[in-house]
């Protein structure tokens, strides 16, 4: 089972902000968030990752909460480009076995001219 | 540029026969993972390998089998002991599995039954 819940869907405006809701609940100390997003028939696209503080880079920003029970992914700029499946994964390094990265079916974004 | 390719884009399988699929990587990534994805669902790990010459099961392993001989390269055979290969393949690569640093992927290959 997934570690994350997202909305199955979203609208956003073009030239607006979209703000991409993800709730970790169980998420453990040791663990980061990482966004992710899939264009149909693409690979899945790296976005952004934290462990508790914010971040932002040329794509979007992450604002993580402070008991890291929750985040959200900002696109402050939404362009139709940006249409696409948006998946939020909590996963941790472990050095003495592999710690599952799960895909949850994430947020499809549509942004509408 | 470095990146991960996959090949073929499209691959059509009949009854009985096994199929590879490509992955290569010129990242120098030491990790390797094959994904599978089928409509409207998340990714169900296949197999993964930490370093080269070692690769370890995922959570759908049946009818697959993988090799790392190298590095760069992380073949996928679907055998035809997989009974319903028709899905989306990815192969993603990590700088080491042990890393908080992103899984970067291919652009897939198809898979469907003749």
């Known amino acids: 089972d997934a570690k994350t819940t997202q909305p199955p869907s979203m609208d956003c405006a073009e030239g607006r902000a979209a703000n991409l809701p993800c709730n970790h609940s169980t998420i453990s100390g040791n663990e980061y968030v990482y966004w992710y997003r899939q264009i149909h028939s693409q690979g899945p696209q790296y976005i952004i990752h934290g462990l508790k503080n914010n971040e932002t880079n040329e794509m979007a920003s992450l604002i993580i909460t402070e008991d890291r029970k929750s985040s959200t992914l900002i696109l402050p700029h939404a362009t139709l480009r940006d249409t696409a499946v948006y998946y939020c994964?909590?996963?941790?390094?472990?050095?003495?076995?592999?710690?599952?990265?799960?895909f949850g079916p994430g947020t499809s974004l549509s942004v509408i001219p | 540029d470095g990146g991960i390719t996959q090949s073929p884009k499209y691959l059509f399988r009949k009854e009985g026969q096994n199929v590879t699929l490509s992955c290569e990587q010129n990242l120098n990534h030491d990790a390797m993972y094959w994904y599978r994805q089928d409509p409207g669902q998340g990714l169900r790990l296949i197999y993964y390998s930490q370093i080269v010459n070692d690769f370890q099961k995922g959570d759908i392993a049946e009818g697959y089998s993988v090799s790392r001989e190298k590095k760069e390269s992380f073949p996928l055979t679907v055998t035809s002991a997989q009974k319903n290969p028709t899905a989306f393949y990815l192969c993603?690569?990590?700088?080491?599995?042990?890393?908080?640093?992103?899984?970067?992927f291919g652009d897939g290959t198809r898979l469907s039954i003749l």
């Open positions: 993603a690569s990590r700088e080491q599995d042990f890393s908080n640093q992103p899984q970067h």
């Open positions: 994964i909590v996963s941790a390094r472990m050095k003495t076995s592999y710690d599952k990265v799960i």
